[in-house]
């Protein structure tokens, strides 16, 4: 199981949200900065993702120079999201070594747009797909989009990305677990890797997401607990 830690940034600072409310706003022990060197020591994990929360909110980024110090200080690829809506920001961010970008609302409203950053980094674009039950949520997950995740994977089938990250809303820093039924179903309705995000608590979790054949998961609110490490070393 490749296991991929997540920071999740406002003002700088390293927080969680429960459900995506960012009114109820977490603050960890860890600056991001520490946080980072944290994740980096250890060979399970295969790469780190950073969520630019207010960026989601107010649908342009707002954490790039933070973001940017973060890269100089792991040797591990990042994947960035977060207000990630034009072509523009994604230059930017792949000018200062990002390795992969995670596209939500705009990729999910707008797949001519979408085919075209494809194109532009094949392989390196994770669609991020946040849903409550079967319908995809948008703009930092307060607004349903209208599109449910079956319709969508179906639009999306053939474009070169380097996989879907599945998020149950009502999952997300809930300690519940994931929606490993949906994670599954998800799996089966696509060619495209399909990672495992929200709710995941242990190596328990993580196991049984491997006996699905899901081998990569991000861990959020876990990620910061000394005893998940220990787990699963």
Known sequence: MNIIPAIDIIDGQNVRLTQ????????????PEEAIAFYSSFEQVSRIHIVDLMGALKQNAQESTVIQELKTRTALPLQIGGGLRNTETLEKYDAIGIDYFILGTRAITDLE??????AKYPGRIFVGVDARENDIYINGWTENSGITIDDYIRQ?????????IYTDINKDGMNQGPNFDNTKRISELTRHPVIASGGVRNKTDLDQLESM?????????????????????
């Open 20 to 31: 995506g409310d960012y009114d109820k706003k977490t603050s960890m022990k860890r600056t």
């Open 213 to 233: 054949g899901i081998t990569q998961a991000i861990v959020g609110k876990a990620s910061h607990n000394d005893d998940f490490w220990r787990d699963i070393r």
């Open 113 to 118: 747009w979408l085919g075209s950053v494809v």
């Open 156 to 164: 999306i089938e053939d474009l070169d990305i380097a996989g879907i």
